[in-house]
């Protein structure tokens, strides 16, 4: 070999089998890729000695192996070509690797500077957290890669609001339109990475407000209230002020979810009156009222029909009709 490449751009890599450029030499780094490095000398003095170095450590002269990592190995040694592989390849190995050869008219030696690109990780995020209504929330996104990641925060909501373009989203007083998933997108030139975080937000149950019923005497009446609140509200009952007990005779309360019934299987004049519902969780509790009332009453039916007293046979008939006194 009496001459051997000493321009940077004329020395090769190949990576997964391309010939690329050592000189601005970039590879994206994922499991089990790996480049191969070759220096080729042209016919001419006899190589007596040779060797790859990678930031003045030895990796191979000539046979022996002197790098201790496994992922190094030699491909090729003979009077054309000085040949090593590095496999899994990470930033670790990126660097200036240098090929050594020492001829028996005089040493050359010719350079590569790896750039290793690596697509984005996000490497720390804020966990998923609970918070109440009006608190300040900070939502923390890190990412590595190179280049280095740009990171955009963004609510996963029907108006696909961007929430933010750095790392930190902060959140004022925080609301309940404002619950729910937060995406963490890191990008850069190779690839992308997107993690979620979920926001709960409590808050004190609310309430519309009831709406009366009218019922027949003898027929099924029923109560409904709704609550909205995080975490999901207790529900009680009362009637005057006195909290009536599921399991009553003639009576059933069921609540689920945000939604809870009273129901009475056989209104009688003893049920007809106010009743009020209460929403309780650990933030607070409201309340609304109800008048359950005689839909049919012979007082309608004396001043507006019959513009007289209705006789007692005919109250007695009525009432077995659901008409209320």
């Not at 000085?82 to 350079?111: L, W």
């Not at 697509?119 to 720390?124: T, V």
């Not at 937060?182 to 937000?201: K, L, M, P, R, S």
Request: with cysteine; hydrophobic share 40%.
């Amino acid at each position: 070999f009496s001459k051997i490449i000493q321009q940077k751009k004329h020395s090769h890599c190949i990576f997964a089998g391309n010939a690329t450029s050592l000189m601005y030499l970039q590879e994206v780094v994922f499991e089990y890729i790996f480049f191969i490095c070759l220096c080729r000398c042209e016919q001419g003095d006899m190589v007596t000695h040779t060797a790859w170095l990678n930031r003045s450590s030895i990796l191979y002269a000539g046979e022996d192996k002197w790098s201790v990592d496994t992922r190094v190995s030699l491909v090729a040694l003979n009077q054309m070509e000085f040949t090593i592989k590095i496999e899994n390849v990470d930033m670790t190995d990126e660097g200036q690797y240098v090929c050594a050869v020492q001829t028996s008219s005089r040493p050359r030696t010719t350079s590569v500077h790896i750039l290793v690109q690596v697509p984005p990780k996000i490497i720390n995020l804020s966990r998923d957290i609970v918070v109440n209504e009006g608190s300040n929330v900070t939502l923390m996104c890190q990412a590595n890669g190179k280049p280095e990641p740009s990171i955009s925060w963004n609510f996963i909501s029907n108006s696909g609001d961007l929430a933010s373009e750095d790392e930190f989203l902060e959140i004022s007083s925080i609301n309940r339109q404002r619950a729910g998933t937060y995406e963490c997108t890191a990008v850069n030139d190779i690839g992308t990475d997107v993690q979620t975080v979920d926001i709960v937000v409590n808050y004190a149950p609310t309430m519309s407000e009831g709406r009366d019923v009218g019922v027949t005497l003898g027929q099924e009446g029923v109560l409904e209230c709704e609550a909205d609140a995080s975490p999901m509200a207790d529900f009680e009952w009362y009637k005057n002020d006195r909290r009536i007990s599921n399991g009553l005779d003639g009576i059933e309360i069921v609540s689920t979810g945000s939604l809870s019934k009273l129901t009475f299987f056989n209104v009688s004049d003893g049920d007809l009156g106010n009743y009020t519902c209460v929403a309780i969780n650990k933030l607070g509790s409201s309340n609304t009222s109800f008048l359950l009332y005689c839909e049919y009453n012979l007082y309608m039916i004396e001043r507006v029909l019959l513009a007289k007293p209705v006789s007692d046979v005919a109250t007695l008939f009525l009432k077995k009709l659901g008409y209320c006194v």
